[in-house]
């Protein structure tokens, strides 16, 4: 697995292994390569689990250096794996549903107009695209916006995660644009759960889309966050980002026939989770 020292690489990881099964890890920090060789551990998986990113939605607009960084870097991957890979390993590479999709009609599907809504989304685009040409065998994941505990905050993005250390800090929660807006939000133990069911499929080279499958406000995210501290929640309405839309949610029924996964977690029962966990 690739991109363990972030938030969903190093739950799946710590999800996988619990399930039994032998994970090799990679951080950022770690050299996939070594003398023009992939590495061995990479060589000998049945399937690379791809999570590593150099850029969110924010820094992919602000510095756009490192997401082309990323891409030349992907591509330089991907050129190795088609020579020293053999046919029966795959790759699953984890993309985003929220900044893919281009299509104004909800929810997005797999069959969706896909042109990407940012820079970031468009590096998603073009790295699946790259991973696609290659003919390598593979699963690419569109993943909703994914929260739960241990997510780290201050990146400008993952609004679960702001506000939870907004309220520790009893600091204000801020609010880009309308309350109104929703996203598709997913806990990350479901998430986890789906990327183990993935595991398992026997179908490749396809696209799937990872979600709760429902639209949720922002609205409905304080609601349960004022039940459970009201003391705590003071907002700050701020203007809307250029990098942010009025709302999306996915369409999850491919995967969900295919796998028989759905999510376990309702959005109380996840953030209730998150919340709680902060006060350990």
Not at 113 to 135: D, W
């Amino acid at each position: 697995m690739v991109g363990v020292g972030g938030f969903i690489g190093s739950s799946v990881a710590k999800h996988l292994k619990s399930a039994h099964m032998e994970v090799s890890s990679f951080t950022s920090k770690q050299s996939l390569v070594i003398n023009k060789q992939i590495h061995k551990n990479l060589q000998e998986a049945s399937t690379v689990i791809w999570c590593a990113g150099r850029v969110n939605p924010i820094t992919a607009e602000t510095t756009p250096n490192l997401a082309e960084l990323e891409l030349a870097e992907w591509r330089t991957f991907l050129d190795m794996w088609q020579e020293q890979a053999n046919p029966t390993q795959t790759i699953i590479f984890l993309s985003s549903g929220g900044c893919t999709y281009s299509s104004n009609s909800l929810p997005f599907t797999e069959s969706s107009e896909a042109n990407g809504t940012n820079k970031y989304g468009k590096l998603k685009l073009a790295m699946e695209k790259e991973l696609i040409l290659r003919q390598s065998r593979h699963l690419i994941l569109r993943i909703s916006n994914v929260y739960g505990p241990g997510q780290m905050h201050g990146r400008g993005q993952g609004v679960i995660a702001e506000w939870v250390n907004s309220m520790n800090n009893n600091e204000d929660l801020r609010v880009f644009g309308s309350i109104t807006s929703f996203r598709d939000y997913l806990f990350i133990e479901d998430l986890c759960e789906a990327i183990f069911h993935s595991l398992k499929l026997d179908r490749y080279n396809e696209i799937l889309n990872i979600g709760c499958g429902e639209p949720i406000s922002l609205k409905t995210i304080l609601d349960i966050c004022i039940l459970y501290k009201p003391e705590k929640v003071k907002i700050h309405l701020e203007q809307e980002r250029t990098t942010d839309r009025t709302g999306y949610y996915l369409d999850i029924q491919k995967f969900t026939s295919l796998t028989n996964w759905k999510p376990a977690y309702s959005i109380e029962a996840g953030l209730l989770r998150t919340l709680k966990s902060n006060d350990d």
